[in-house]
DNA sequence: TGAGTTAGTCTCATGGAGAGAAGGACAGTA
DNA sequence: TACTGTCCTTCTCTCCATGAGACTAACTCA
């Protein structure tokens, strides 16, 4: 292999024109029932003032371990606690004028947690706070199409995977995950149907065995718990109601 | 904005690490009822000789417009009639070490077209050949786990988007659609059934009015042919038989 | 002309999904 | 304590999608 060791020697990589990576991570978690999405507000030009998902710069590491970094210095978490935290790559942006600085193309992450702390009670995280996803200010660089792929994305994979199951805690009930698919897909569910449905999914949810310690707030029997079950696909799935619009 | 034009004048796109920025495509298509990748060998370091998926650095252009590029380029096709060719964004890998010249960052792109000419025969792109997809040599850099998920991908999108007619002519009959649902899954389909579902689907394919010629090579009636329709998602999906293997 | 093949249609059994309702268990209030 | 409203959980009924199988008619090839 002398011919390839030559060559990688000999080898320049600023023959290339400079391109910068960074990641942007669409954080989101579920507050009073509503889906929210994680911003910081940006201190530097360009777009100064204004909202924009956590991201920066990729260094030496996986393109998921900058996403994770990003993702723990924005929420404040260190990164062995994001254990529970889901995350996935979403899509790349890159289209040349998307940055006025030079081309930076993008990876984004799509990151699914339980409910968190307010980052802005963290410290360090100083300007960054969770916002509803229907009620988002207008963002930095392309980041509301990164945004409008992200709830793509969550909604769709709500339906086929028991992503579902990582915006609760540990231990839930059948309405705490009915309350997650209401609250990603903006629709009402029937409670009756949602809960057949998904103790037939095999591998979906396991008993617990135990209970809540009361009923609900307002009332009601106290709910058995469930935990995440060892399926990594839903089969059958649970399909959103579709709209024709929809489709066409 | 004076601030801002300041601060974008003074700004040194060198002072961030040199990354190099690639498109790779998974080009599918399908040749005698098997499905088929585009691969070319490497003339230069590294894996010189080895096969490997069509690319290349990303110029002064978006990424899929680098994409197209290059599946034109190793196709032999030009620009202007790709446009029956379906291109989406599949992923991006960007290990620290794929490369052993420098850190390169390699958007995935995935692209179904009817059958084409053999690229061999089509003068620039020397080394370049169709390869059934279940028989494929080892690949260069980590471009067999890109093809895995081009695969998945394409299996995947079958189910609920319209996009086996990427694979036929603009005139085709079901039977040569239900070829590609079976090439692309490798699963024996139910002709009566399938037939049935795909004319069920509203805007999967509309009628042409007319029929093939004449009957299938070892006999059998004339079909009738159909185009595309308008539909963007299959509602309800086209859901391949799932595996319980699949699910865990 | 006959044998074999295939497009297209149909029937039947099964099972999932939506809608509605009922049985309790529980919290809050009078 | 009684009452009211909440809501978890289970059941029933109906509709529809799906898989399996069969049948007819049109066609090719020998």
């Known amino acids: 292999m002398t011919a390839e060791s ?6 320049d990589p600023r023959a290339f024109p400079a391109t910068a990576v960074t990641v942007d991570v669409v954080a989101l978690t ?9 911003l910081v507000e940006r201190g530097e030009h360009p777009y100064a003032g204004r909202n924009a998902l956590p991201g920066g710069f990729v260094r030496q590491e996986t393109l998921e371990e900058a996403a994770k970094r990003e993702l723990a210095e924005e929420t404040g978490l260190r990164p062995e606690n994001l254990g529970r935290i889901h995350l996935e790559q979403l899509a790349t942006f890159g289209d040349p004028d998307r940055d006025p600085r030079m081309r930076v193309v993008s990876v984004a992450y799509l990151a699914f947690a339980p409910s968190l702390p307010d980052p802005r009670s963290g410290g360090d995280a100083s300007a960054a706070g969770w916002f509803p996803v229907d009620d988002v200010p207008e963002l930095a660089f392309d980041h509301g199409d990164i945004l409008a792929a992200g709830l793509e994305r969550a909604r769709s994979k709500l339906e086929y995977t028991p992503l579902a199951t990582a915006f609760v805690g540990a231990e839930f009930t059948i309405a705490e995950l009915r309350a997650v698919y209401a609250a990603v897909w903006d629709e009402e569910l029937h ?13 979906f949810v396991e008993s617990v065995g135990a209970t809540t310690e009361r009923g609900g707030e307002r009332g009601g029997p106290r709910a058995r718990l469930y935990r995440a ?6 089969h059958p799935a649970l399909l959103r109601p579709t709209r024709e619009d929809d489709v066409r």
């Open 191 to 203: 409670a009756g149907n949602f809960h057949r449905k998904v103790l037939s999914v095999p591998g």
């Open 6 to 11: 030559d060559f990688l020697e000999a080898y």
């Open 30 to 38: 579920i507050r009073d029932g509503r889906l929210h999405v994680l």
């Open 229 to 234: 079950g060892d399926a990594r696909l839903l």
